[in-house]
C-alpha cells in the first residue's frame, strides 16, 4: 500500500487547517501592514522554517512527550506569546516613524529569525502535527517517521503558498494607506495591536 491516498486526504486537512488564520497568518499581515511586503515574505519564510522544528520533534518521538506534558506545552506557549507581545508593542512604538518614503531598515535576517521563532512556539501547528499527523499514516507504507516527515513537507509547502497570499495582500492594502504619513502610522499601530492581541491569544489558548 502507498501513502498517496493518504497524502492526498491529509492535503485537504491541512488546507482547511492552513487557511483559518492562526499565528503564522496574523503575523505575517501585521509585519505586512508596519513592514511592509518585503519583511512580510521574509517572516513567512521564515515562520515556514520554524514550523519543521515541531515536525522534526514529532517525527523522532517528541511530539508525544509535548502532548502528554502540560509543564512543557505551556512553556513553550508562553514563550512564544511573550515573543509576539515584544514585537506588537515595538511596532506601536515606531509606527511614528513609518512614511511611504522610509520604511523602517529591517535586516531580512532579522524578518526570517523573527518568523522562525513565531512558526516554532506555534502551538496550533504544534498540536496539529502531534494528533493530527499520525492519523494519516498507513502501517504498510515504510518507515513511519519518513511517512510524518512527507506529510509534514507537504504541510509546509500548503503553509508557504497560503501565508504568502495573506501577507501580499496585506502589503497591498498597506499601500492605500502609505499614501498619507497619518494613516500609515494609523495602520502601524494597528499592525502592532494586531501582533499583540494574537500573542495575548495564545498565551490563553487551550492545548486543543
Known amino acids: 500500500m502507498t501513502l498517496l491516498p493518504h497524502a492526498a486526504a491529509f492535503a485537504l486537512a491541512a488546507l482547511v487547517i492552513i487557511v483559518i488564520p492562526g499565528p503564522n497568518v496574523l503575523f505575517a499581515i501585521g509585519r505586512a501592514?508596519?513592514?511592509?511586503?518585503?519583511?512580510?515574505?521574509?517572516?513567512?519564510?521564515?515562520?515556514?522554517?520554524?514550523?519543521?522544528?515541531?515536525?522534526?520533534?514529532?517525527?523522532?518521538?517528541?511530539?508525544?512527550?509535548?502532548?502528554?506534558?502540560?509543564?512543557?506545552f505551556t512553556i513553550v506557549k508562553i514563550v512564544g506569546a511573550l515573543y509576539l507581545i515584544y514585537l506588537g508593542v515595538t511596532a506601536i512604538r515606531d509606527r511614528r516613524h513609518l512614511s511611504l518614503a522610509a520604511i523602517p531598515d529591517v535586516p531580512g535576517r532579522r524578518s526570517f529569525g523573527q518568523g522562525f521563532v513565531v512558526g516554532a512556539t506555534n502551538p496550533k501547528t504544534a498540536v496539529f502535527f502531534a494528533a493530527v499527523l499520525p492519523q494519516f499514516t498507513a502501517s504498510d507504507a515504510g518507515p513511519l517517521p519518513l511517512q510524518l516527515l512527507i506529510l509534514g513537507a507537504i504541510f509546509l509547502g500548503i503553509q508557504l503558498?497560503?501565508?504568502?497570499?495573506?501577507?501580499?495582500?496585506?502589503?497591498?492594502?498597506?499601500?492605500?494607506?502609505?499614501?498619507?504619513?497619518?494613516?500609515?502610522?494609523?495602520?502601524?499601530?494597528?499592525?502592532?495591536?494586531?501582533?499583540?492581541?494574537?500573542?495575548?491569544?495564545?498565551?490563553?489558548?487551550?492545548?486543543?
Open 161 to 208: 503558498l497560503s501565508d504568502s497570499v495573506w501577507a501580499v495582500a496585506a502589503a497591498t492594502a498597506r499601500g492605500w494607506f502609505a499614501r498619507s504619513p497619518r494613516r500609515l502610522e494609523a495602520v502601524g499601530g494597528t499592525g502592532g495591536a494586531l501582533i499583540i492581541g494574537l500573542g495575548a491569544g495564545v498565551a490563553c489558548s487551550g492545548n486543543a
Open 33 to 72: 501592514l508596519t513592514l511592509g511586503r518585503r519583511s512580510a515574505l521574509l517572516s513567512v519564510l521564515g515562520g515556514v522554517a520554524g514550523s519543521t522544528v515541531p515536525l522534526l520533534a514529532v517525527a523522532v518521538g517528541l511530539g508525544a512527550l509535548l502532548m502528554t506534558s502540560t509543564l512543557l
